[in-house]
T-cell receptor, first 115, second 110 residues
Framework: SAVISQKPSRDICQRGTSLTIQCQVD?????MFWYRQQPGQSLTLIAT?????????ESGFVIDKFPISRPNLTFSTLTVSNMSPEDSSIYLC????????????FGPGTRLTVL | QKEVEQDPGPLSVPEGAIVSLNCTYS??????FMWYRQYSRKGPELLMY????GNKEDGRFTAQVDKSSKYISLFIRDSQPSDSATYLC??????????FGKGTKLTVNP
């Protein structure tokens, strides 16, 4: 497995602002993902962060709202742009280590509240 | 019909009870099945991973997959208060995309 950290662990933001969430892994990983976990809802995949190229977004998520960077094999950022209260959620990054593309390990999450 | 259905509970049991957690799914292409445990204010932790149908046991935990019924289960024997958490089922068709259930919140009372 991999040790994954996220910053910040939580934040309270004002409507219309943006927040960048960082995900750091202690070893090189093959794939990195960003998820959203809203109260009472399933974990939902936002996008796959691709190293050196644009992220691959799932239906309902767009780059302008959730720009993602992955400059190397151990680090990625997710920005939540022009936030509204509906963006209040837990945001999680996950990684696969290469042993199996379906074994994903999750970070501790970032709890975001938008006022 | 959602791809993955999971009863959110909450489920409350006494210490030592056998716990049964279940998910149903509609996509017959799913072949990989996982259970994650998520403690409050923590990220999901991979608990069990199963490929195709059958059983897998790890200590007090047993995962079962019945592909003919599109039904998966997680059994916890001799449940402990430390098992109190939300349990998420997840599945995949072999791509990197996981589809999750909503999670079942379990409380084990001492």
């Amino acid at each position: 497995s991999a040790v994954i950290s996220q910053k910040p662990s939580r934040d309270i933001c004002q409507r219309g602002t943006s927040l960048t969430i960082q995900c750091q892994v202690d070893s090189q990983v093959t794939m990195m993902f960003w998820y959203r976990q809203q109260p009472g809802q399933s974990l939902t995949l936002i996008a796959t962060a691709n190293q050196g190229s644009e992220a691959t977004y799932e239906s309902g998520f767009v780059i302008d709202k959730f720009p993602i960077s992955r400059p190397n094999l151990t680090f990625s950022t997710l920005t939540v742009s022009n936030m509204s209260p509906e963006d209040s959620s837990i945001y999680l990054c996950s990684v696969t280590t290469g042993a199996s593309t379906d074994t994903q390990y999750f970070g501790p999450g970032t709890r975001l509240t938008v006022l | 019909q959602k791809e993955v259905e999971q009863d959110p509970g909450p489920l409350s049991v006494p210490e030592g009870a056998i716990v049964s957690l279940n998910c149903t799914y509609s996509n017959s292409a799913f072949q990989y099945f996982m259970w994650y445990r998520q403690y409050s204010r923590k990220g999901p932790e991979l608990l069990m991973y199963t490929y195709s149908s059958g059983n897998k046991e790890d200590g007090r935990f047993t995962a079962q997959v019945d592909k003919s019924s599109k039904y998966i289960s997680l059994f916890i024997r001799d449940s402990q208060p430390s098992d109190s958490a939300t349990y998420l089922c997840a599945m995949s068709d072999g791509s990197e995309k996981l589809v999750f259930g909503k999670g079942t919140k379990l409380t084990v009372n001492p």
